[in-house]
């Protein structure tokens, strides 16, 4: 414990050690010029005193000529005459017009006020300039006359304002001993007791002078410095020589500044020698500096924790503050003679403050460096700091402000309104600001408030409800209430907002329609595969059961079984047709492109189907199939289209009716059309035709999967082109659009 306290206390003196040398540094850095002269006598201060005394002995006592004798000695010259005389013009006429116009509008004024007497008084004024004029332009004496009474007011002035100096002038002839001698005569100027020269030299050299100095009045300095210029008295300038000397009297104000300066003078060497002292001493104990940390290093992870500008900132700020109080220290240095208590410990308190300063700081110092030894740490350091934090926000801040400023314009026209609408919000603030200060644009304000503040405000609030009707109804959009359309009126951006939102609307509108469409379809579609299934399904069931019996003859379990075949392979044709529509709507299906002649795959299907055609009363027209026609498709697929369609026309037109089979070229694709009068009414809505398992026969008693165009449309889509429905009454088309090319 006791060497803890010894390291802690040696801490301390090395910090007290180090403010008490850098304080004798700045003190001395301060003063010290002031006090490297051999004494008092030798300061610029005493010198500037010296030579100030010099002046108003000069002006009270050696050159002191009285006011009445310079009067008397005042010259007016002919220049001096024509420049009053030109003062107020060129010649007497201008000069009488100027005096005339001058006066001519106040007597006006006057008479206008009923005011006789102050006219009267203005036109005695206005002649008595006048005559004046006339005199100064006709009488050299008058005009010099004149010129030597001001002079003799300006000499008045000046020997007034001399007086001020002369308290100041006795105050340093009582700290002063001197003798002086005219260059132009024999007169002796001394405040010593003698009587002629001599003696004042004597007295002089005597050893009662605790300093003396040999002292010249130039000429140049002499009687011309103080008489104005145009006297008889101008150019009477005579020098003097003589000494100065300061006396052994102890009240002496100059004694007491002598004194002063030998305290001062020894004070301030011996603090410096003690300061460098103090300086050597801690560059000898250094490494108690570096231990500061050591001893409360538990304090630098918490310290540490700290953003690294914050940190910089602590340092920076108890660096200043022991500066701070060592300038105090320098500034009350000098005063300690004056009051030794009081600014002897105030100089103890700061020296105190300031070595707790320098303490923190070195120590804050030493655990920023040793956290920060590594870049890569100083880096992280800096990106976590305020600063960079502050920056980054700023930064972001102005993007946001940019891009705000570039969205505000992406139409122009709104942009170009918004500025000037506040624009127009700014000028009637300040117009505000220039009521305020001057109450007589209240009506001009009003004004401006009618005519350009109520049209804003309007504006404003009728823009703002239109907004809010355009928000509310895109927040009823949003849960899905349609509702009524927004009034769109104009063309500007809120105007074309509400379209917008009203297109947006009946999109909504229209895929409620779809989906409700798509939910029947759904349920149609399940109720159809249902159907479908369950009937060859059911007979399969029930003929097996049948079988199952032994009673049954040959002929009707061959006809069983028979039955059982055909409900199976229809079974197997429905499930094949479904899982080869959910292949193609999946897209897992591949295409054999090569160029196949259309009219000859026609014609293979037809083939087909010629047993099932002459069977039937339909007749099929086949115009324009002598040339080939080609494309680049999978022919087997597409020989599953032309199946697919040939099979529904077979099924579903009207007995005794023609079926038109065409295919031609048209540009760069090739056009394959199925005609045919059915005989079920067909739905007028034809995309449902291409639903799966949806027949033309809506009982569902004729074969089929349904499938059949679905699986059609899909093949055609998969070779990038076209299967479109066309129904007049009960006319069904069916086209097909291929591009030759693949």
């Known amino acids: 414990m006791v060497t803890k306290w010894k390291n802690k206390l040696s801490i301390g003196v090395w910090a007290v050690l180090f403010t008490f040398g850098v304080s004798g540094l700045l003190i001395v850095s301060g003063f010290g010029s002031n006090y490297v002269q051999r004494d008092y006598f030798h300061t610029v201060q005493f010198r500037n005193e010296l030579d100030r005394f010099a002046q108003y002995l000069n002006m009270f006592e050696l050159n002191l000529i009285p006011l009445v004798e310079v009067k008397k000695s005042i010259t007016v010259s002919e220049d001096e005459v024509n420049d009053y005389r030109y003062r107020s013009g060129d010649d007497v006429t201008q000069s009488i017009t100027s005096v005339n116009d001058e006066y001519q509008i106040r007597i006006k004024e006057a008479l206008s006020e009923n005011n006789q007497e102050a006219s009267d008084i203005l036109v005695s004024e206005r002649d008595k300039k006048i005559a004046d004029i006339k005199k100064v332009f006709t009488e050299d004496e008058y005009v010099r006359v004149k010129v030597r009474n001001e002079k003799e007011k300006e000499l008045e002035a000046?020997?007034?304002?001399?007086?001020?100096?002369?308290?100041?002038?006795?105050?340093?002839?009582?700290?002063?001993?001197?003798?002086?001698?005219?260059?132009?005569?024999?007169?002796?100027?001394?405040?010593?007791?003698?009587?002629?020269?001599?003696?004042?030299?004597?007295?002089?050299?005597?050893?009662?002078?605790?300093?003396?100095?040999?002292?010249?009045?130039?000429?140049?300095?002499?009687?011309?410095?103080?008489?104005?210029?145009?006297?008889?008295?101008?150019?009477?300038?005579?020098?003097?020589?003589?000494?100065?000397?300061?006396?052994?009297?102890?009240?002496?104000?100059?004694?007491?500044?002598?004194?002063?300066?030998?305290?001062?003078?020894?004070?301030?060497?011996?603090?410096?020698?003690?300061?460098?002292?103090?300086?050597?001493?801690?560059?000898?104990?250094?490494?108690?500096?570096?231990?500061?940390?050591?001893?409360?290093?538990?304090?630098?992870?918490?310290?540490?924790?700290?953003?690294?500008?914050?940190?910089?900132?602590?340092?920076?700020?108890?660096?200043?503050?022991?500066?701070?109080?060592?300038?105090?220290?320098?500034?009350?240095?000098?005063y300690v003679f004056s009051d030794p208590f009081l600014y002897g410990w105030n100089m103890f308190i700061n020296l105190a403050l300031a070595s707790v300063c320098v303490v923190a700081a070195l120590t804050q110092a030493n655990f920023t460096a040793t956290h920060l030894k590594e870049w890569p740490c100083a880096k992280k350091e800096w990106e976590r700091g305020l600063l960079n934090k502050t920056g980054q926000r700023i930064k972001t801040g102005l993007q946001q402000i940019k891009r705000s400023l570039s969205d505000s314009f992406l139409n122009k026209s709104i942009g170009v309104q918004l500025f000037a609408m506040l624009l127009l919000i700014f000028g009637l603030g300040f117009a505000s600001i220039m009521l305020a200060i001057d109450s007589d644009f209240t009506l001009l304000y009003l004004l401006l408030l009618l005519i350009v503040g109520l049209p804003i405000m309007l504006l404003l609030i009728k823009r703002i409800g239109y907004f809010n009707r355009i928000a509310f109804k895109a927040?009823?959009?949003?849960?899905?209430?349609?509702?009524?359309?927004?009034?769109?009126?104009?063309?500007?951006?809120?105007?074309?907002?509400?379209?917008?939102?009203?297109?947006?609307?009946?999109?909504?509108?229209?895929?409620?329609?779809?989906?409700?469409?798509?939910?029947?379809?759904?349920?149609?579609?399940?109720?159809?595969?249902?159907?479908?299934l369950r009937t060859p399904l059911t007979s399969i069931i029930t003929y097996t059961e049948l079988l199952k019996r032994g009673e049954l003859s040959n002929e009707e379990r061959i006809t069983y079984i028979e039955i059982i075949d055909q409900k199976s392979q229809r079974l197997k044709v429905l499930i094949d047709d479904l899982f080869e529509v959910s292949k193609m709507a999946s897209g897992n299906v591949e295409l054999n492109k090569e160029k196949v002649d259309l009219i000859q795959l026609l014609q293979q299907t037809l083939a087909e189907y010629d047993d099932t055609i002459n069977d039937s009363s339909l007749q099929f027209r086949l115009p324009n199939m002598e040339e080939p026609v080609y494309a680049f498709v999978d022919g087997q697929k597409l020989f599953r289209v032309f199946d697919n369609l040939i099979g529904n026309i077979l099924k579903y037109s009207l007995e005794n009716s023609r079926v038109y089979i065409t295919a031609q070229t048209v540009s760069n694709q090739v056009i394959v059309s199925f005609k045919n009068v059915s005989k079920y009414e067909i739905s007028e809505n034809i995309d449902e035709l291409f639903e799966r398992f949806k027949r033309g026969d809506s009982s569902r008693h004729t074969e089929g999967s349904g499938l059949g165009l679905a699986i059609a449309k899909s093949i055609v889509d998969l070779h990038e082109g076209h299967l479109n429905i066309e129904v007049d009454g009960d006319l069904f088309k069916v086209s097909i659009s291929l591009r030759i090319e693949g």
């Open 158 to 334: 000046f020997y007034k304002e001399r007086e001020e100096y002369y308290p100041e002038y006795l105050r340093l002839k009582g700290q002063f001993q001197y003798y002086f001698k005219s260059s132009g005569s024999d007169q002796v100027y001394s405040n010593l007791n003698t009587a002629g020269i001599e003696s004042a030299i004597e007295q002089m050299n005597a050893n009662n002078m605790k300093f003396k100095i040999s002292y010249s009045i130039p000429m140049e300095l002499s009687g011309a410095y103080y008489i104005p210029r145009n006297t008889q008295l101008e150019n009477k300038n005579v020098s003097f020589q003589g000494e100065i000397g300061v006396g052994l009297s102890p009240s002496s104000l100059i004694t007491f500044q002598y004194n002063k300066y030998q305290r001062e003078q020894i004070t301030l060497w011996a603090y410096t020698l003690l300061s460098l002292f103090a300086l050597v001493l801690c560059f000898i104990c250094i490494r108690k500096a570096k231990e500061i940390p050591a001893r409360i290093g538990r304090l630098a992870p918490y310290y540490n924790k700290l953003p690294i500008d914050v940190r910089v900132m602590f340092i920076v700020l108890t660096g200043l503050g022991a500066m701070m109080f060592l300038f105090m220290m320098k500034d009350q240095f000098l």
């Open 475 to 532: 927040n009823e959009l949003a849960v899905g209430n349609l509702g009524q359309e927004l009034p769109v009126s104009g063309n500007s951006v809120l105007a074309i907002l509400a379209g917008n939102i009203n297109v947006l609307n009946a999109g909504v509108r229209t895929l409620q329609n779809e989906q409700a469409k798509s939910e029947r379809l759904k349920t149609e579609l399940i109720t159809n595969v249902s159907h479908d």
